[in-house]
């Protein structure tokens, strides 16, 4: 692994590519405002009674959904956050047909606000949210304005998101096509994870050709990639260009 001192290191890198594939986390986030899990500033920093991945799993929302919309509003959602730079050069990327997919662990939605058209969210995303009887669909609003009931008008079943909590399997569907856009990419950029969290902490493993880390902080898996440079995601892209 080499790291790249220089911002025009990086740009050269993305100028001579042209199937570049990102794959990002959390922290591509935490510069619109909404915290990270892992970082200094992280939810798992927080104290609460029990930990973070406690009440964001499948059976705390299963037994007590009131109580896991508590947290999860006070926590997860931030409905009023926009995008950074990072989302918006990552769109421009696909605009000039240089970038093939946005694949992220992110759940806010906001590479699509961004203008993003191909992203690949593995663990779901809170603007989508489902009866888990009939099926019908939610908005975030509309969910959020069941609260406190949080049942389905249509069959008064509950109404969950559709995010991928702990206990619960990934879209299969999605992590199949977030497989094939790295082995068809040239450039796999990996950015704001801590590269934790399986199995998107292992997708890299797919990449047939260059790979660029872009973190903020080092993480357990830097020496497996061709690049990295450390930085504060949103800052580093407002200086790159198309
Ligand atoms: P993580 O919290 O485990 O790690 C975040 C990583 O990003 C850390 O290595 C941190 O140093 C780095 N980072 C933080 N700010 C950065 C910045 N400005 N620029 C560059 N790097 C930065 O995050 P993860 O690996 O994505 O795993 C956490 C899980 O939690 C994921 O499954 C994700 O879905 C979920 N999550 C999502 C959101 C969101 O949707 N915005 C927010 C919190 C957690």
């Known amino acids: 692994m ?10 050269k890198l993305i100028d001579s590519h042209d199937a570049i594939v990102f794959l990002g986390g959390a922290g591509v986030s935490t510069e619109s405002g909404i915290p990270d899990f892992r970082g200094s500033d992280g939810i798992n920093n927080k104290e609460f009674p029990y930990p973070a991945e406690h009440y964001l799993s499948h059976n705390f929302f299963m037994n007590r959904p009131k109580a896991f919309f508590e947290f999860y509003q006070s926590e997860i959602l931030h ?3 926009e995008p950074n730079q990072c989302h918006s ?3 421009e990327l696909e605009n000039a047909n240089k970038l093939n997919a946005v694949i992220t662990q992110n759940i806010d939605g906001l590479h699509q606000k961004a203008g993003s058209k191909n992203v690949l969210e593995l663990h779901g ?9 009939c099926g019908k669909a939610f908005s975030l609003k509309e969910y959020i304005d069941s609260y406190p009931e949080l049942r389905c008008d249509a069959c008064g079943g509950l109404i969950k998101p559709d995010v991928v909590l702990y206990g619960e399997m990934l879209p299969q569907d999605v992590l199949q096509k977030a497989v094939e856009a790295i082995e068809h990419s040239d450039l796999l950029i990996v950015g704001g994870t801590s590269l934790n969290v399986a199995p998107a902490s292992e997708l890299y493993t797919f990449a047939s050709g260059k790979t660029l880390l872009m973190n903020k902080t080092k993480t357990s898996k830097d020496i497996y990639f061709d690049f990295a440079y450390y930085g504060k995601i949103a800052e580093t892209c407002d200086e790159l260009t198309i």
């Open 2 to 11: 080499r790291t790249l001192r220089n911002i025009s290191d990086v740009q």
């Open 89 to 91: 050069y990552l769109s």
């Open 125 to 133: 995303s809170v603007h989508d949210n489902y009866c888990v009887r």
């Open 79 to 81: 409905p009023d956050a």
